[in-house]
């Protein structure tokens, strides 16, 4: 009987499994905050360079379909209704564009607004999605200067 007891309770401690220590969890801690912090900011840079390729992808879009009016509507250019984002003939009925673009890089309310300036001014640059020249045709994106080049945020 005695070596039945022997037995059963050498199997027991044969079972008992090892937890980690508070200095092993603290370790993996550490290391997942080191390459948290790492991985993060280039994820930031991600969403901004991705909004940058959006805004000048839907610049183009716009710019062509002012060339396209115009060549089809002998050299006139599209009244545009300034500060609602209906883009007049741009984009009712005509297929130029299939709806108001979005200016991504601005963001809020009014990223699909156009307002009426000869060139990029910054007190509407950060605050409207798009600058246009109704007298000549140009346009620009809001959050980038004349050159196509995104303002620093």
Same mark, same amino acid.
């Given at each position: 009987?005695?070596?039945?007891?022997?037995?059963?309770?050498?199997?027991?401690?044969?079972?008992?499994?090892?937890?980690?220590?508070?200095?092993?969890?603290?370790?993996?801690?550490?290391?997942?905050?080191?390459?948290?912090?790492?991985?993060?900011?280039?994820?930031?840079?991600?969403?901004?360079?991705?909004?940058?390729?959006?805004?000048?992808?839907?610049?183009?879009?716009?710019?062509?379909?002012?060339?396209?009016?115009?060549?089809? &509507? *002998?050299?006139?250019?599209?009244?545009?209704?300034?500060? =609602? #984002?209906?883009?007049? /003939? !741009?984009?009712?009925?005509?297929?130029?564009?299939?709806?108001?673009?979005?200016?991504?890089?601005?963001?809020?309310?009014?990223?699909?607004?156009?307002?009426?300036?000869?060139?990029?001014?910054?007190?509407?640059?950060?605050?409207?999605?798009?600058?246009?020249? &109704? *007298?000549?045709?140009?346009?620009?994106?809001?959050?980038? =200067? #004349?050159?196509?080049? /995104? !303002?620093?945020?």
């Amino acid at each position: 009987m005695n070596s039945s007891i022997q037995q059963h309770a050498s199997g027991i401690v044969g079972h008992v499994r090892r937890a980690f220590t508070l200095v092993e969890i603290l370790i993996v801690v550490v290391i997942l905050g080191v390459l948290a912090a790492v991985v993060v900011p280039q994820f930031g840079s991600a969403v901004q360079d991705a909004s940058i390729g959006t805004t000048t992808s839907e610049l183009h879009k716009i710019r062509r379909a002012l060339e396209v009016y115009m060549v089809q &509507n *002998a050299n006139l250019l599209p009244t545009v209704a300034e500060g =609602d #984002g209906t883009w007049g /003939p !741009l984009v009712t009925g005509s297929g130029y564009l299939k709806g108001p673009p979005l200016n991504p890089y601005v963001g809020g309310s009014n990223a699909g607004v156009i307002v009426f300036r000869n060139a990029p001014d910054n007190a509407y640059q950060t605050t409207y999605g798009w600058v246009y020249d &109704n *007298a000549t045709g140009r346009i620009w994106a809001g959050g980038f =200067d #004349g050159n196509d080049n /995104p !303002l620093p945020r």
